[in-house]
């Protein structure tokens, strides 16, 4: 068994930002596990460019976004290793993971979940219909062309305006195959509006809301499916039924935050983010256990998650070297409009950064924050829609010692 | 011409695999032709998984007879072939009073077919047995059981190939006919035809399943009547097989088992099926309607079917053959010596097929063997081992695997921790079969929370790599299904 | 002569807030410029009047290394009816590991002020 200051699960964006900052504040026993045979994480497949605007002041692609990180990992001599899974975390911060040399437990004293998230795949949607080969998510569809040199589709229909299905809608353009539209169940896109411009309409490709895949045909490859219009309760509209011929079904439905490993081990996750319930520390309910980046919550940029891993580290530093951080006894609940928000506890004592989403389009709104039915800081928004992440500092000096806190959209 | 064959068994579901298996035990040269690309594409692999008691059919039935027996040889299958069984017990839950003499006419019906370990229980012992189910009472059938019903027909097919059997994938037969054997005009031998060549052998054996009538046309054995019946399944996350021991049924009515809930050999839940009548024994869709109604049966038998956890679905159809009144017959397994001597004729073969797989298959046999002698086969080896499933290892023994086999250090499907030894012995199976869906059955690879969407890539390649396909051959599960068009940059050709 | 100016509403996608931009616009000249929160909107809009430009990724073929593909981008945008041009250019590229991140693989793509380079190191296998 080796003993670690931290292990950090994940060598993607959130698991090298925090690794970084961690020895930047001076803590240098760190192994970061990474289960590919490379660093990088999911950047390395979002070859795109519009990473880093906020961090960078540029518009980088994924790739080098995340080389940007280990260019500093390398730099600094910071441990890590590639090919590694872990298979166990336990609940009192043992690690068993899987590398070339073999079978490794750590001890850590602090344990930084960085797994990032997955796709929602058909099966959980409970798309009715056949089961021919033809359907991929949009990551999938996005690793066979940008990592493997492999053409996954000819006629495409894509189902979900997430991000990275409008992204691969433009990708798959490109690269010759036709796709044919995109439709999303929710009366509003999901992406943001930018890959709308640069993805779709850059490229004529329709939009469609309010509108869903209620059928797959196909026994062998996928030769088509039914698409209907849905009601303002997400249901199909019966006789609004309309056949799309294709090959392909790409599938931009959600992503779900990765955490097996962690629940295994006793972490209590938020059924809103599906990622732990953590603190202004970005602790989970096991001391030492920390979350950042999109195992958390889903991000929409990776500036944010580079930021969040960040103060996380701050935090871990602290736990590492005093053995215990303040208590974080005020609960963060989410009230109208407000789908979810991070931390959910905090102590009252400090500064904090709330970050949040609604769960619909807004204009000329405002997010309040209330303790005790009283507003203790408000944000005013031009505009608020579920595909950003909305996020502000809250002062201490607002927060009362008792009470719990409310957050929502007026 | 291909070769000449003694015996070709049309089909390799749990059946045709289980018939090759009893045919290597004696010196015959016999071949599986099989439509699919793998065995166990059809009903084999599309059912409730479930090792029936044997209460369930009219005494003196063969249903019944095979059912009973090939419950009580699971235990020695699963040995000898390596695939996954747990004797679980199941029950029957009842409420009303009609309920509860349904359940005593089906205790009497069990004992008279032999069937043992039937209870009737109360209601706290139903609930010591399974926490969380709705019911009064019940009809506990302990020898009741679940198996992998994929890695059972692989067992089989793979130790008959061990034993030298020759399978043949993506061979439909499209037609019998027949050939005189040598000067005596009256001897002849049958002629498969199939879009790969013809076959000759003097035994056939009809094991196809949803396709007996056709082949029993062929055969020139006319005017069964064979109708589908369609079931549906939802799958639920593996997390949720913790909460069922074992499967629970309502209380059967005379035709149909009814909407069930059923923990599967690796922790998650099957609910289902229903039963639609169909002609399209091709057409596996799931319909809206009916996941919605299967949710909504099981959960008045089980409260823990929430939509959140679904992560598939699937359907599986049931070859039944009917009079002319549309009533459900016994399983028919004949030898029609006067329309098609040397044709083993099996017809109608549903539940509990699976359970009395090997009985039937040596019911089959033996029908042969009343009017052929057939000589034993001195070197047939009983035993085939599997693929070590590294994540079912402690973590000694998964520490001597990587020591044996450093393929065993690199996982390559996450979700369900499946290495690349485990792929690569899944890929280089005994029986030669390359799809993904091939390589999903034999492993559990792809099978998790992700379900492959960090791992099929992989996959795809190692299938490439190591069969020396290009990427446009590479076929998910059936004939046709391409997974990928091409490269997206073609290497310059030197 | 009111009838001749026109109101048009812009998404800008220099960057992820994706402000929505209104421009009232007469004989293609813009009067009047309003909800965007940075000078770089007023620039895409008078860019998208006048000739919109875009910029694309997409990956090049490389032989001996541990990837496939290496991915590439354009260091300038082009005019918006470049891009399959640009692709076509771009498709014909073949590089030998070790490809370094940053390096110019083909200059003046279209012989349009855009370089098309490298955004990831592949090493030899």
Redesign the interface.
């Known amino acids: 068994m080796e003993n670690k200051d931290v292990v950090i699960i994940g060598g993607g964006p959130a698991g090298l930002a925090a690794a970084l900052e961690l020895y930047k504040k001076g803590i240098h026993d760190i192994i970061i596990l990474e289960r590919e045979n490379h660093l990088g994480g999911i950047l390395?497949q979002c070859?795109?460019?519009?990473f880093g605007?906020s961090r960078f002041g540029k518009?980088?692609?994924g790739?080098?976004y995340a080389?940007a990180f280990i260019d500093e990992i390398e730099k600094n001599h910071i441990p890590y290793l590639t090919n590694a899974t872990v298979l166990e975390l336990t609940n009192d911060k043992q690690i068993y993971a899987m590398t070339r040399e073999g079978l490794k437990l750590y001890q850590a004293k602090a344990v930084v979940l960085a797994m990032g998230c997955r796709e929602r795949s058909r099966g959980a949607l409970g798309i009715p219909g056949e089961r021919p080969s033809g359907v991929f998510t949009a990551g999938t569809a996005q690793a066979y062309?940008?990592?493997?040199?492999r053409m996954p589709a000819k006629e495409v229909v894509i189902l979900g305006s997430g991000d990275i299905g409008m992204i691969m809608a433009r990708?798959l353009t490109?690269?010759g195959a036709h796709v044919q539209a995109v439709f999303e169940i929710m009366p509003h896109p999901s992406g943001?509006?930018?890959n709308?411009?640069?993805c779709l309409e850059?490229y004529d490709i329709p939009l469609y809301l309010s509108h869903t895949v209620t059928d797959i045909h196909g026994d062998s490859r996928l030769t088509g499916v039914t698409i209907s219009q849905v009601d303002e309760h997400l249901k199909p509209i019966p006789g609004t039924e309309k056949e799309y011929t294709c090959d392909t079904l790409i599938l931009s439905v959600g992503l779900i935050p990765d955490n097996l490993l962690s629940t295994d081990a006793g972490v209590t996750l938020d059924p809103h983010t599906k990622g732990a319930y953590v603190d202004e520390h970005f602790q989970t309910n096991i001391p030492g256990v920390f979350a950042a980046g999109n195992v958390l919550h889903v991000h929409?940029?990776v500036d944010f998650v580079s930021l969040e891993a960040e103060a996380l580290a701050d935090s871990a530093a602290s736990y590492i070297r005093d053995g215990a951080l303040p208590p974080c006894s005020l609960p963060i609940k989410t009230g109208n409009g407000v789908g979810h928000a991070i931390p959910q506890r905090i102590s009252g004592t400090k500064d904090f950064k709330l970050s949040l989403r609604v769960r619909s389009h807004y204009r000329d709104c405002r997010i309040l924050l209330r303790q005790n039915g009283e507003v203790i800081a408000t944000k005013k928004m031009k505009?608020a829609i579920p595909a950003?992440m909305i996020q502000f500092t809250v002062k201490s000096e607002a927060i009362q010692e008792h009470g719990e806190l409310e957050v929502s959209v007026e | 011409m291909k070769e000449a064959y003694d015996v070709i068994v049309i089909g390799a579901g749990v059946v045709g695999s289980a018939i090759a298996r009893e045919l290597s035990r004696y010196q015959l040269k016999t071949a599986v032709l099989e439509k699919n690309l793998d065995v166990c594409n059809e009903t084999s692999g599309r059912n409730s998984a479930v090792v029936h008691g044997g209460f369930a059919y009219d005494e003196g039935t063969l249903k019944a007879r095979f059912c009973v027996a090939g419950n009580q040889m699971m235990e020695q299958l699963s040995s000898e072939l390596d695939f996954p069984f747990i004797r679980c017990g199941k029950v029957l839950v009842g409420n009303t009073d009609e309920d509860m003499k349904q359940l005593e006419r089906t205790m009497a019906q069990g004992a008279k077919n032999g069937a043992t370990g039937l209870e009737l229980i109360d209601e706290e012992r139903l609930h010591q047995l399974v926490p969380a189910v709705v019911g009064k009472f019940a009809m506990w059938s302990k020898t009741s059981g679940i198996l992998d019903p994929f890695l059972f027909t692989v067992g089989l097919a793979e130790n008959a190939h061990a034993n030298g059997v020759s399978f043949f994938f993506d061979h439909q037969v499209t037609g019998i006919s027949r050939e005189p054997a040598g000067s005596d005009s009256s001897d002849f031998h049958y002629i498969l035809h199939t879009a790969h060549g013809d076959f000759r052998t003097r035994w056939v054996v009809n094991a196809a399943g949803l396709g007996c009538k056709a082949i029993s046309d062929m055969l020139g054995i006319t005017g069964y009547r064979v109708v589908g019946s369609k079931g549906n399944y939802i799958i639920l996350k593996k997390q949720m097989g913790a909460l069922l021991p074992m499967p629970v049924y309502p209380v059967p009515s005379n035709t149909y088992m009814g909407i069930h809930v059923t923990p599967t050999v690796d922790g998650n839940v099957t609910v289902g099926p229903d039963a639609d009548l169909v002609d399209d024994f091709s057409y596996y869709g799931v319909p809206q309607k009916n996941m919605d109604a299967l949710a909504e049966s099981a959960s008045n038998l089980w409260p823990h079917i929430h939509k959140e956890d679904q992560i598939r679905n699937f359907s599986g159809i049931l070859p039944k053959w009917v009079d002319e009144n549309g009533v459900i017959q016994d399983f028919k397994i004949e030898v029609k010596d006067d329309i098609a001597p040397r044709a083993v004729n099996l017809v109608g073969i549903e539940s509990p097929g699976l359970t009395g797989a090997v009985p039937i298959a040596q019911y089959a046999v033996g029908l042969i063997k009343e009017r052929e002698a057939l000589e034993e086969n001195p070197d047939f080896n009983p035993i085939r081992k599997g693929i070590t499933r590294f994540a079912a290892c402690t973590r000694e023994e998964q520490a001597k695997l990587i020591a044996e086999n450093p393929d065993y250090s690199d996982i390559i499907c996450q979700c369900e921790e499946i290495t690349r030894a485990e792929i690569l012995a899944a890929i280089h199976n005994p029986l030669g079969v390359s799809t993904m869906t091939g390589i999903k059955y034999r492993t559990r690879a792809m099978m998790g929370g992700c379900q492959s969407g960090f791992c099929q890539m992989k996959i795809e390649q190692l299938l490439e790599q190591e069969l020396g396909k290009s990427e446009t051959e590479i076929c998910y599960s059936r004939k046709g299904s391409w997974i990928l068009s091409g490269k997206?940059?073609?290497?310059?050709s030197v | 002569m009111s009838e001749n100016i026109i109101k048009k509403t812009y998404?800008?996608?220099?960057?992820?807030n994706?402000c929505?931009i209104e421009a009232e616009i007469k004989d293609g000249e813009i009067l009047s410029i309003t909800g965007h929160t940075c000078p770089k909107g007023e620039a895409y809009v008078h860019q998208e009047l006048t000739a919109p430009t875009?910029?694309?990724?997409?990956?090049?073929?490389v032989?001996g290394g541990e990837?496939?593909?290496a991915?590439v981008?354009l260091t300038n945008p082009i005019p918006?009816d470049k891009?399959?041009p640009a692709?076509e250019e771009i498709?014909k590229l073949?590089l030998t590991a070790p490809v370094k991140?940053g390096t110019v693989v083909l200059e003046k793509v279209c012989g349009l002020d855009s370089d098309v380079i490298v955004?990831?190191?592949v090493q030899v296998k």
């Open positions: 390395r070859i795109h460019d519009g605007l518009s980088l692609s790739p080098e080389q062309m940008n990592l493997y040199n990708r490109l690269e943001l509006p930018r709308i411009i640069q850059d929409d940029l505009k950003e | 997206l940059r073609e290497e310059p | 998404t800008c996608i220099i960057c992820p994706g929505d875009r910029t694309i990724a997409t990956s090049v073929l032989l990837l496939p593909l991915s981008r918006k891009i399959f692709m498709k073949t991140e955004t990831k190191n």
